[in-house]
């Protein structure tokens, strides 16, 4: 540097060059600036490849058990790459490998955010795997065996039915995002290995009438007509929460002219679903205080999940006063339980056999599988269901 002071172009080049990669230095060595306690061993960033595996996200009521903090900033996201690769014996190749998939997801504009970040996070940690057992180097060439040899991992280390078959299909997912693979992967049932099949708790997550009333008092009290209008929709049309908060003024007018409402749930499947007079009513009352275009339940200056956030803490914190049973707590999705079997109920006395109506009520919830649909039919009785099959 001169004598005078003065820092010339070339030179303050130079060491702007020498501040990025001081920079990236202390995001590699998970050194992250201002928090140099977080780098000598708290490993509460990231989770651990053998120790804690998330459980699978839950659809009921937005909560975030068994699930790690989002990791937003790239010093977060590299520290925490750092903590997770300390339990890895072949380090380098789990880079390579995780590099290679973060191309695949760079690029990725499939599913919600929440199915994004928990398949993401699975195949982290199967790179994870793939490293230390195999010693892979290239994502394009995991084959069958690979998938075998992770079952069997998944199972000796007591993983739930359910993690493991979404593992799988989250490693399939990005494997058809590859431009080249080596090998076809096999399906579940072509592995040679069994899986056990999920199981479901069979918990009756219903709300009494008692309840859903009282609810609703605490919401007119409050004037929260957006919360009134939610808790209809999932308890008379079994819509999901994100698909309530989704709905705008174009969805809402449709709505009132067919007697239905469409949504797009999850996967992508859109589904149509009767309304009563309790929801149209309701969507009339809420068209008139949202501007046109707007999402009925979103404020203009608020983001869509943190709207939902705040109805969950609002259903939270007045269950206690109005929960009849002690066990499980009521959530907003315990609706969609109440409206499958209320309307399960309601089909069986209109004369429809148990099977269609299981069917039906199946096509309404916007799920395939009978027992996915078995879950939100625990309340009823085995009398009721006996002769389903």
Same mark, same amino acid.
């Given at each position: 540097?001169?004598?005078?002071?003065?820092?010339?172009?070339?030179?303050?080049?130079?060491?702007?060059?020498?501040?990025?990669?001081?920079?990236?230095?202390?995001?590699?060595?998970?050194?992250?600036?201002?928090?140099?306690?977080?780098?000598?061993?708290?490993?509460?960033?990231?989770?651990?490849?053998?120790?804690?595996?998330?459980?699978?996200?839950?659809?009921?009521?937005?909560?975030?058990?068994?699930?790690?903090?989002?990791?937003?900033?790239?010093?977060?996201?590299?520290?925490?790459?750092?903590?997770?690769?300390?339990?890895?014996?072949?380090?380098?190749?789990?880079?390579?490998?995780?590099?290679?998939?973060?191309?695949?997801?760079?690029?990725?504009?499939?599913?919600?955010?929440?199915?994004?970040?928990?398949?993401?996070?699975?195949?982290?940690?199967?790179?994870?795997?793939?490293?230390?057992?195999?010693?892979?180097?290239?994502?394009?060439?995991?084959?069958?065996?690979?998938?075998?040899?992770?079952?069997?991992?998944?199972?000796?280390?007591?993983?739930?039915?359910?993690?493991?078959?979404?593992?799988?299909?989250?490693?399939?997912?990005?494997?058809?995002?590859?431009?080249?693979?080596k090998y076809a992967l096999p399906t579940n049932s072509e592995l040679g290995v069994e899986l056990e099949r999920r199981r479901f708790g069979g918990v009756d997550r219903t709300w009494s009438t008692e309840e859903f009333n009282?609810?609703?008092?605490?919401?007119?009290?409050?004037?929260?007509?957006?919360?009134?209008?939610?808790?209809?929709?999932?308890?008379?049309?079994?819509?999901?929460?994100?698909?309530?908060?989704?709905?705008?003024?174009?969805?809402?007018?449709?709505?009132?002219?067919?007697?239905?409402?469409?949504?797009?749930?999850?996967?992508?499947?859109?589904?149509?679903?009767?309304?009563?007079?309790?929801?149209?009513?309701?969507?009339r009352r809420q068209l008139v205080r949202t501007p046109r275009g707007n999402k009925l339940l979103v404020p203009d200056d608020m983001p869509t999940d943190q709207a939902i956030h705040r109805l969950q803490l609002f259903i939270?914190?007045?269950?206690?006063?109005?929960?009849?049973?002690?066990?499980?707590?009521?959530?907003?999705?315990?609706?969609?339980?109440?409206?499958?079997? $209320?309307?399960?109920?309601?089909?069986?006395?209109?004369?429809?056999?148990?099977?269609?109506?299981?069917?039906?009520?199946?096509?309404?919830?916007?799920? $395939?599988?009978?027992?996915?649909?078995?879950?939100?039919?625990?309340?009823?009785?085995?009398?009721?269901?006996?002769?389903?099959?």
């Amino acid at each position: 540097m001169p004598s005078d002071g003065r820092v010339y172009p070339h030179t303050a080049l130079v060491l702007t060059w020498f501040q990025l990669k001081k920079r990236q230095r202390f995001a590699v060595h998970g050194s992250l600036p201002g928090n140099a306690s977080a780098a000598r061993g708290s490993e509460a960033i990231a989770p651990r490849l053998q120790e804690d595996f998330p459980g699978d996200p839950a659809e009921t009521d937005g909560s975030a058990k068994g699930r790690t903090v989002p990791i937003r900033t790239t010093y977060e996201r590299k520290g925490a790459l750092y903590y997770m690769t300390r339990s890895i014996q072949n380090k380098g190749l789990y880079l390579a490998l995780v590099s290679q998939l973060n191309k695949l997801a760079r690029h990725n504009r499939q599913g919600s955010f929440r199915t994004k970040d928990r398949y993401y996070e699975a195949c982290k940690r199967f790179c994870g795997y793939l490293a230390d057992e195999y010693h892979l180097q290239k994502l394009s060439n995991i084959s069958g065996k690979h998938l075998v040899g992770y079952v069997l991992y998944l199972q000796e280390h007591r993983k739930s039915a359910s993690t493991i078959k979404t593992d799988l299909a989250a490693i399939r997912f990005f494997h058809d995002k590859m431009s080249n693979p080596k090998y076809a992967l096999p399906t579940n049932s072509e592995l040679g290995v069994e899986l056990e099949r999920r199981r479901f708790g069979g918990v009756d997550r219903t709300w009494s009438t008692e309840e859903f009333n009282h609810m609703l008092g605490k919401a007119l009290a409050a004037e929260r007509w957006d919360y009134i209008l939610a808790l209809y929709l999932a308890r008379y049309a079994g819509l999901r929460i994100h698909e309530c908060f989704r709905m705008d003024t174009a969805a809402a007018e449709q709505a009132l002219r067919e007697q239905a409402v469409t949504v797009k749930g999850k996967g992508g499947k859109i589904r149509t679903v009767p309304i009563n007079e309790q929801i149209a009513i309701a969507l009339r009352r809420q068209l008139v205080r949202t501007p046109r275009g707007n999402k009925l339940l979103v404020p203009d200056d608020m983001p869509t999940d943190q709207a939902i956030h705040r109805l969950q803490l609002f259903i939270a914190a007045h269950r206690s006063s109005i929960q009849v049973k002690s066990d499980p707590p009521l959530t907003f999705h315990g609706l969609r339980h109440t409206f499958a079997a $209320e309307k399960y109920e309601e089909l069986m006395d209109k004369g429809m056999g148990a099977l269609d109506a299981h069917f039906t009520v199946s096509r309404l919830l916007g799920h $395939e599988r009978a027992d996915v649909t078995n879950v939100y039919l625990a309340s009823l009785s085995a009398k009721d269901m006996k002769d389903k099959h």
